[in-house]
Nanobody
């Protein structure tokens, strides 16, 4: 089993920045992908960005590329890399619960689509509220 713990959410004014963190623990393997999603009240969960810590390959949802940046901790042990989501120029519409997710992969296959169904392990979520 894998446990994911998110942190870094909070209240920020429009135009501000936040950095979310997601630390995995438990089962470890070298081939996996981590991703960030968010879900606003009354809306479907939305994929934002993903990363394969082993080689640093990333993918972004088109709508958020430029304001959101996914990165990983610098460690020789990429089986438990902490993954971050840097969010800049935040807007009130970014208000949501933000989740990190993980799936194990076979080798370095193409990154999975940013769809909830592609990821098997989820964190508990962290609230981000952007005031106008």
């Amino acid at each position: 089993q894998v446990q994911l713990v998110e942190s870094g959410g909070g209240l920020v004014q429009a135009g501000g920045s936040l950095r979310l963190s997601c630390a995995p623990s438990g089962r470890t393997e070298s081939n996996y992908v981590m991703a960030w999603f968010r879900q606003a009240p009354g809306k479907q969960r939305e994929g934002l960005a993903s990363m394969r810590p082993k080689d640093g390959e990333t993918a972004y949802a088109y709508s958020e590329k430029g304001r959101f940046t996914i990165s990983r901790s610098t460690s020789s042990d990429n089986t438990k890399a902490t993954v971050y989501l840097q969010m800049d120029d935040l807007k009130p519409e970014d208000t949501a619960v933000y989740f990190c997710a993980l799936r194990f992969t076979i080798g370095t296959q193409a990154l999975p689509a940013l769809e909830s169904s592609e990821f098997y392990y989820w964190g508990q979520g962290t609230q981000v509220t952007v005031s106008s």
